[in-house]
């Protein structure tokens, strides 16, 4: 018992083998002319945020890397046959590859240990929270597609030292998915590696490796939040060309949309990303949106304007007639312009009322001269006093006519004016939508 007392485990007699005249610090290479390979791997976890507004992209991957250090290798026969072992990171020799796009350290768990084999391969496996500098394109938001590189350099050793290359097939590393939390806001599509070598003013040169991680926003929170309450008030603004524009319900009914949009985009706001260098195409949908609420409301008011009943309006000039209720009417397959008139119950009235006066009048005259006729000085000045009585409402009702003639010319002209707006502004609209729409699907499914 005392001599198997003595005897230290194989485990720490291999770790005192390997550390014990170990020089950390010099690159483990029996010849100094030989180049140390390190094979690196990156596998995407998670995307975590998405910074649009400082161009930031915060990821969370599990990094392997490998490589051969000559100053630890053992025969197993001697060690109870230990094929492997873990040592500390910080007892060995470790390569000073960094991700160029690091723009802050992230809340990576630390792993102290590095596997290492008898032939004197090392694995160093760790997760990393990478917060890296990206240029984020917005401009086809909630549709965008991002682009990363995640770029692994030595930040020291120049490639005739320390050379990269990759762990596993190119193949294998595109489509690998096996670890990705696919429930975010960001699906990844693939990661693509690409090997190059740089070299900074004429200086050595250095091995990179660049993995591009490619991820699309996945956009029916933003469709359904943003987009659909949009579409509504739209399709609300033209079906309020339904009602009538000699009444001052359209107007109220539009300035009423145009409030609700304009408290809607207040609302979206601080939903819609924002950077220095670009907006975002839905931005702009907004922008014209409002706008053409705001075409909507002034063609409103001046066609209330137009068609308002006023007394001291001129006659409809014929060049209007002519360009309105015939070209117009004809562009638009206007069949029946009756359609347009006003109910003339009030004109009918009137003309009864002064068709019922004059032959008031011509009865009293043949009944007057049927019977004997009275002194002179006594009928000349009563007749004389009806028949101008009648005479001034006679023209009266002439000039009520006619003012009312020049109202119903306008009306007229105002409705077919309305209608002509109407169907310009419904295909501004359904060309703008269109065109947006066909622009959104071919950026979705591309």
């Given amino acids: 018992w005392s001599w198997l007392e003595a005897t230290p485990p194989a ?39 998405v910074d649009e507004k400082n161009q930031v992209l915060t990821t969370y991957i599990w990094y392997r890397q490998h490589w051969i250090d000559e100053f630890l290798r053992w025969n197993p026969e001697d060690f109870d046959n230990i094929t492997q072992m873990s040592l500390p990171t910080q007892s060995i020799w470790v390569p000073d ?10 809340k990576s768990p630390d792993i102290p240990y590095v596997y290492v084999r008898y032939h004197g391969e090392v694995q160093n496996l760790k997760p990393i929270q990478v917060m890296t500098a990206c240029s984020l394109d917005i401009y086809n938001f909630p549709f965008d597609v991002q682009n990363c590189s995640l770029t692994f350099t030595s930040w020291l050793h120049n490639i005739r030292d320390i050379n990269i290359s990759l762990w596993r097939q190119p193949e294998l590393v ?39 991680v490619v991820i699309r926003r996945r956009p029916l929170f933003y469709a359904v939040s943003l987009l659909l309450p949009s579409v509504f008030l739209m399709v609300m603004d033209i079906v309020g060309f339904y009602l009538p524009p000699d009444s001052g319900e359209r ?21 819609l990303p924002a950077t220095a260098i670009g907006t975002p195409l839905i931005g702009v949908y907004f922008v014209v949106c409002m706008a053409l609420l705001v075409i909507s409301l002034t063609e409103t008011i001046l066609i209330v304007r137009l068609v308002h009943k006023q007394d001291l309006q001129p006659h409809v000039p014929n060049w209007v007639k002519h360009l309105v209720l015939e070209r117009a009417t004809i562009l638009l397959c206007i069949r029946d312009r009756k359609k347009f008139y006003p109910s003339r119950t009030q004109s009918s009235d009137i003309s009864q009322l002064n068709h019922y006066g004059c032959e008031n009048l011509r009865e009293y005259e043949r009944v007057a001269g049927a019977r004997p006729l009275p002194a002179q000085g006594e009928s000349s000045p009563v007749v004389a006093s009806i028949l101008q009585e009648i005479s ?33 502004y419904l295909v501004a609209v359904l060309a703008y939508s269109i065109t947006l729409g066909t622009l959104w699907s071919v950026w979705q499914y591309a």
């Avoid at 720490?12 to 014990?20: H, I, K």
């Avoid at 590859?97 to 992230?106: A, Q, Y």
């Avoid at 960001?186 to 070299?199: D, G, I, K």
């Fill in 174 to 212: 595109k489509f690998d998915k096996s670890v990705f939390m696919n429930q975010g806001e960001w699906e990844l599509l693939y990661v693509l590696s690409h090997f190059q070598e740089f070299s900074v003013k004429g200086s050595d040169s250095y091995a990179e490796m660049k993995f591009y």
């Fill in 392 to 424: 001034a409402i006679r023209q009266f009702l002439e000039k009520r006519d006619e003012f009312r003639d020049i109202a119903r010319e306008w009306l007229q002209v105002g409705y077919v004016l309305d209608v002509l707006l109407f169907r310009v």
């Fill in 97 to 106: 590859i960094l991700i160029n796009e690091f723009v802050d350290v992230g």
């Fill in 251 to 271: 107007v109220s009914f539009k300035i009423t949309l145009l409030l609700g949009y304009s408290v809607f985009l207040i609302i979206v706001s601080d939903t």
């Fill in 11 to 49: 485990l720490l007699q291999l770790s005192d083998y390997l550390l014990t005249h170990y020089r950390k610090g010099v690159r483990p290479v029996q010849d100094w002319r030989r180049t140390t390979n390190v094979a690196i791997d990156v596998m995407v976890y998670a995307i975590l945020s």
